[in-house]
């Protein structure tokens, strides 16, 4: 299994750096796809649609297997699942978020949305 995480670029998660970083991670790894790959952060600055899009056209390709998300509010991992829900994406099947015993935000934020 082969997961990779794509965000700290020049351009954040738009269609031009996804494009762009996914094409520089095959190259590296040798291989013609990734079993995951995954966001990491919520980008501030690039519509949720244009990710979103992006992220879908890698699966279609045959780049990308399945898609996942790190390091993003709960209200934002739902809006992007519901962007990818009401165009026909791909949606995210991974969550990796900061949980830890000092830390149980997300037992009331981002657990029940994944559920």
Not at 5 to 14: M, Q
Not at 18 to 29: C, D, K, P, Q, V
Not at 36 to 41: E, F, Q, T
Not at 42 to 60: I, Q, S, W
Request: glycine content about 8%.
């Amino acid at each position: 299994m082969i997961a990779f995480k794509v965000y700290f670029n020049e351009g954040g998660l738009s269609k031009k750096a996804i494009n762009r970083e996914i094409e520089g991670t095959l190259n590296r790894l040798g291989t013609d796809y990734l079993d995951l790959y995954i966001i990491h952060r919520f980008d501030y600055n690039t519509p949720v649609e244009e990710t979103m899009e992006a992220l879908d056209g890698l699966v279609k390709a045959g780049k990308v297997r399945a898609l996942g998300a790190s390091a993003m509010y709960g209200y934002q991992f739902h809006n992007m699942q519901i962007a990818a829900r009401d165009n026909g994406w791909t949606a995210f099947s991974a969550m990796e978020n900061h949980y830890n015993l000092p830390n149980r935000e997300d037992e009331r934020d981002l657990i029940p949305v994944c559920q």
